[in-house]
């Protein structure tokens, strides 16, 4: 009986070992199962793909929740994750909620309005104009209270930056102040008038805006609770 075998090209195989290895793992692998945070059932579904080198976890809506990982991934990595992420799961499904609660209105002045037939455009506008009638009014009540004057005053429309202050001076507003309560501008308006004199936030900073809004600190919440 004669026995014979066949040497593989080392190099050969170890490339097509990894480029087999690199197409069947790029492709994305999806579980879906469910998974339950204080007596509320989720569906969850878990995406793997070999390129991803980190882990996301995303709302897609009120009752499914997304986990983009890499291949290793366990279901037991996804449920520990979501475990240990309840609290702040539980908090963005509430802000999903609201904003779908509150999709048909719009904030003016820390009040609801039906959209009616207003449009997006329409709605910025009314913040637009309703921003630049007032901001000037309050600047230039507590510039003098203050004794500190911007050396320009601009507006613009951002997502997270209600006001800045540059160093010329200038004072730069959000559009989308007048969402919100007017103690809650008339609060940027200080806080950006503070930093005329002080271009950071230090404690200086700080004990300025304090002297002449002494519940900041209150306003500060009041404007965190409408984002």
Known sequence: MQFSFYVFPLVNLEYDCINYLLRKWSVKVIEKF??????????????????????????????????????????????????KQEKWIEKKVKIFLQEEEN???????????????LSLEDIENIYRNETKKLIPILVEKFSGIMKLYPSSIKYR???RTWGSCNYKNGLNFNILLTQFPIEVIEYVVIHELAHIKH????????KL??????DYKQREKLLKSFL
């Open 34 to 83: 469910k998974i339950e945070i204080n007596e509320k059932i989720y569906n969850l579904n878990l995406k793997r793909k070999i390129s991803n080198k980190h882990t996301y976890l995303r709302i897609k809506s009120k009752d499914l929740l997304e986990i983009s990982s890499h291949i290793f991934f366990t279901k037991k990595d996804a449920v520990n994750l979501v475990n």
């Open 103 to 117: 999709k048909d209105t719009y904030l003016l002045y820390g009040k609801r309005y039906e959209k009616q037939n």
């Open 157 to 159: 429309k951002n997502k």
């Open 199 to 206: 271009k950071n936030h230090s404690k200086a900073f700080w």
């Open 209 to 214: 805006v304090q002297k002449y809004c002494n």
